[in-house]
């Protein structure tokens, strides 16, 4: 399957020696280049990473919070205004070790489906 020109967003892709990240990194050594990572953490460490490794990439980076519906929809909207459109979702975004069950449920899975729901609306 070709993926070079479909367009990505990736979902928990801003944290330095992450799977997202990784997951990123491997659809830019294989020529894709419509990629949008959302995260709720200063993606620096992730666009250094990735300027450093592919400088002729483009990636957009969004500030999303999964537990923020607006906040995930802005981020789509905005994705579809410079791409045109997205084909393919990942989700990587979770929390651990959280002593908060409520916070786990609205990170891992309801964030999930708020973004799933997003991209096939």
Known sequence: MNFEEQSFVVVG????KS???AFVKDL???????IAIFDVIDPSAAIDAIETSFPKATA?????D???RSEIETAFKQVV????????????VDIINEPKIEDVLH???FGTIY???TAIG
């Open 60 to 64: 957009l980076f969004h500030r999303v």
């Open 107 to 109: 990170i891992n899975l």
């Open 28 to 34: 830019l050594a294989i020529g894709v280049q419509k």
């Open 19 to 21: 799977m997202g990240l």
């Open 115 to 117: 973004t799933t729901m």
């Open 81 to 92: 205004n410079v791409f045109g459109y997205v084909d393919v979702l990942v989700n990587f």
């Open 13 to 16: 892709g801003g944290r330095e």
């Open 66 to 68: 999964v537990r923020n």
